[in-house]
């Protein structure tokens, strides 16, 4: 039983990777297109550049809901929680 939830974790970070990655290619298209986008011609590879530019918006939500969904694995209380985060701070 323990093997295949280790297996079934494994399977889950593989996905978390990928999606990083995924995120991190959108993030970094994101902003290097700027540059087309400033021009004032309007072309094909300008609304293709403008398609680029509001399909890629979606990478910060990711991070977000990835953060969301590995914290869900963690087990720890309300106190030992504030603390971890407190020292952190005043570090």
């Known amino acids: 039983m323990k093997s295949s939830n280790k297996m079934k ?3 889950l970070d593989i996905y978390f990777d990928i999606l990083r990655i995924i995120a991190c290619f959108l993030v970094i298209v994101n902003h290097t ?4 986008l400033l021009s004032e011609k309007s072309s094909l590879i300008w609304f ?3 398609t680029y530019f509001f399909v ?3 990478a910060v939500p990711i991070y977000f809901m990835m953060s969301g969904a590995l914290l869900l ?7 030992k ?3 971890r985060v407190l020292s952190g701070m005043i570090k």
């Open 9 to 11: 974790n494994k399977n």
């Open 33 to 36: 297109n700027s540059s087309v």
């Open 48 to 50: 293709v550049s403008l």
């Open 56 to 58: 890629c918006k979606i």
């Open 73 to 79: 694995k963690k087990s720890d209380d309300f106190k």
């Open 81 to 83: 929680s504030l603390e």
